[in-house]
């Protein structure tokens, strides 16, 4: 096996027990394989081991990928922050957009969503930290955002994503996910439809699946370290 087919085996391995240990189902939780910075080489061999999720953030980089691997299955994940007029092509390359933070980007993608095609999948980042650095809504903006959303009808909500700071102690950890479980909670009840909680990375994996993630977005874990933006050689 290939570093890649052995720790996407692996990380697989540690979602399965990580949900069996706090009583959930591991067929319920997806794995998104975040191939940011990686080679079209990188992705393939991921793929040839049964993956079909894949998250990107950078969308020149992600285009040239998508247009690569067009004739396989992928389904398509765009998970970086989003510029008003990149909107278009990012409706029109990936199946899902994480990043959703504010009515002018959902509605300039539910605009240039082909027509052709299923119902771009969105979720609303949320800001759980409440840091003034990150992109994100706050927790109690969710609601009037999920209400404008939902006479767009090229766009389908399927629910929040979020980024939580990391920390070393896990008590601190966890709360950040215990609120965005709570949001997503409140959000069910209103919007019966959504079915997805994105959290959870290659550091805080576990966390997310105790507090109820549906999608893990994992790259250092499967694809190795990334090196440092700026010295990308591509
Ligand atoms: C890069 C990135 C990930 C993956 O992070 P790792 O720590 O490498 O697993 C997940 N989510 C987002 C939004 C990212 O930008």
């Given at each position: 096996m290939n570093n890649i087919e052995k720790n996407l085996a692996s990380v697989r391995n540690n979602i399965t027990h990580t949900a069996i240990d706090c009583e959930r189902d591991p067929t319920k939780i997806t794995l998104l394989a975040v191939?940011?910075?990686?080679?079209v080489a990188d992705i393939v061999a991921a793929y040839q081991s049964g993956q079909r999720d894949f998250g990107e953030n950078y969308l020149q980089e992600a285009e040239h990928k998508i247009i690569a691997l067009s004739d396989k299955q992928i389904i398509w994940h765009y998970i970086g922050p989003i510029q008003s007029n990149k909107t278009r092509k990012i409706s029109q390359l990936f199946d899902w957009v994480h990043s959703v933070d504010r009515l002018k980007i959902a509605r300039r993608l539910n605009e240039t969503h082909p027509e052709n095609k299923a119902p771009l999948n969105i979720l609303l980042q949320v800001n759980i930290d409440n840091e003034p650095s990150k992109s994100g809504i706050l927790a109690d903006e969710i609601l009037p955002l999920a209400q404008q959303i939902e006479s767009l009808h090229r766009l389908k909500l399927r629910g929040l994503m979020a980024i939580p700071a990391i920390h070393k102690d896990a008590e601190q950890q966890r709360k950040p996910f215990v609120q965005m479980r709570e949001a997503f909670t409140q959000l069910q009840q209103q919007y019966p439809d959504c079915d997805t909680l994105s959290m959870g990375m290659s550091g805080d994996m576990q966390a997310a699946i105790a507090e109820g993630s549906t999608l893990v977005r994992i790259g250092t874990a499967i694809f190795g370290a990334r090196t440092p933006t700026g010295s990308k050689s591509h």
């Open positions: 191939s940011k910075t990686k080679p």
